[in-house]
Structures are given as C-alpha cells and as structure tokens.
T-cell receptor, first 120, second 112 residues
Framework: GAVVSQHPSWVICKSGTSVKIECRSL??????MFWYRQFPKQSLMLMAT?????????EQGVEKDKFLINHASLTLSTLTVTSAHPEDSSFYIC????????????????FGPGTRLTVL | GEDVEQSLFLSVREGDSSVINCTYT??????LYWYKQEPGAGLQLLTY?????DMKQDQRLTVLLNKKDKHLSLRIADTQTGDSAIYFC????????????FGKGTHLIIQP
C-alpha cells in the first residue's frame, strides 16, 4: 500500500522556538495533504488542507500565522509550529491523498505515523 | 456541523466477534472509513465503504452501513489479542476533497 512518512517522529523544544514537521508520500504523488492534531485520548481534528502549489486552507479556529504550511512538491508538505508554547504540545498527524485515485472508485487518505511535539 | 459518535470502550473475549458502532450526521458523506491506531502509532486504514453500499466484507472484517439511520458498524470476526487498539470511524464527503471527520475512537479491549 501507499506509504506516508513523517519526520521527526518526536521532538521536544523550548517555549518560543519554532518546529518544522515534514510529511512525505514515498511511493505516490499527493496533490492534497491534510494536517491533523490529536490530543491525548481525543480524536483527530483537522487543522488544514494543503494543496500543492497553492495556499493551505485552514479550519476555523486554527491560526494560519502560527501553523505555517508549505506544500512545495507533490511528495512533500511541511508544517511549522511558530513560537511554540506548551499548549501546542500534541500529536500531529498528516495524511496524503493518492493522486492516482482521483478518477477511480475509491478515495483514500493514507496517514503518516505522526509526530509527537512536546513544548517545555 | 458534522459529528461522528462512537462508544469509548468495547471489551470482548478472545475468539469472539467484536462489533464497533458509529453514528454520523453528515448525510452527504461519500465515503466512510474505519481506521486502527495502536499505542503511540499513526493510523492504519482498515477498510472503507462507499455511501451507496450496504455491506462490505474483507477477510475478518465486515462493514455494515445503514444510510437511513446514518449508522456504520465494523465487525471483527474471531477477535485476537493483536486486534487490541483504538478504532476510529471517519467520514469524508465531496469525493475526498475535504479532510476527514473522525469520531473519538473506540478502545477495543481483548480478554483472554
């Protein structure tokens, strides 16, 4: 099946620093990637939709200046948490939509393994 | 807004069948999904069903969809200890243009 990787798998940073998380589709092209956040014992909440070559679309309540998204190629999207604070500590998960299935019968998002961010 | 509801816990004996239920509110959902998440790991797509289907079977997994009642279920036959995980129901609409809306997840606990 399709593989999506994330890097790093975990990161600990000091309050006020910025952290970049990468999401890569390894064996397929993804015109659309999604970023989710999952708090402990909670569900995944969609933060933003990242489209290759255009600006990301953010969900209501998500600060676009705080969570910078760049989707520079068909296989890479990055999420930068700027000036991170302890309340930003969470599990960040990306997913990528398989471009080849756009015209097919299925529409599947493949999820990365997640990045655990801890802000001290 | 869209909402997906699941019970938080399900406990079954090893070898029995597990049935995890989900209700959703968005009648325009095109696809409905079941994902599995093991501790500390990302999400693994287990199966999905298109909204015009009633049932889908894939080895030990059976998905039933009652579109009228907006009810989705996942049956795992012959539950094994390796099935212990959190199972998320999710819906997506519009041909997948949007991100998915997830339920809170059902923690499946296997008793020996």
């Amino acid at each position: 099946g399709a593989v999506v990787s994330q890097h790093p798998s975990w990161v600990i940073c000091k309050s006020g620093t910025s952290v970049k998380i990468e999401c890569r589709s390894l064996d397929f092209q993804a015109t659309t990637m999604f970023w989710y956040r999952q708090f402990p014992k909670q569900s995944l909440m969609l933060m933003a939709t990242s489209n290759e070559g255009s600006k990301a679309t953010y969900e209501q309540g998500v600060e676009k200046d705080k969570f910078l998204i760049n989707h520079a190629s068909l296989t890479l999207s990055t999420l930068t948490v700027t000036s991170a604070h302890p309340e930003d500590s969470s599990f960040y998960i990306c997913s990528a939509r398989d471009f080849r299935k756009l015209a097919g019968a299925t529409d599947t998002q493949y999820f990365g393994p997640g990045t655990r961010l801890t802000v001290l | 807004g869209e909402d997906v509801e699941q019970s938080l816990f399900l406990s079954v004996r090893e070898g029995d069948s597990s049935v995890i239920n989900c209700t959703y509110t968005d009648s325009s959902s095109t696809y409905l999904y079941w994902y599995k998440q093991e501790p500390g790991a990302g999400l693994q797509l287990l199966t999905y069903i298109f909204s015009n289907m009633d049932m889908k079977q894939d080895q030990r997994l059976t998905v039933l969809l009652n579109k009228k009642d907006k009810h989705l279920s996942l049956r795992i036959a012959d539950t094994q200890t390796g099935d212990s995980a959190i199972y998320f129901c999710a819906e997506g609409g519009g041909g997948g243009a949007d991100g998915l809306t997830f339920g809170k997840g059902t923690h499946l606990i296997i008793q020996p």
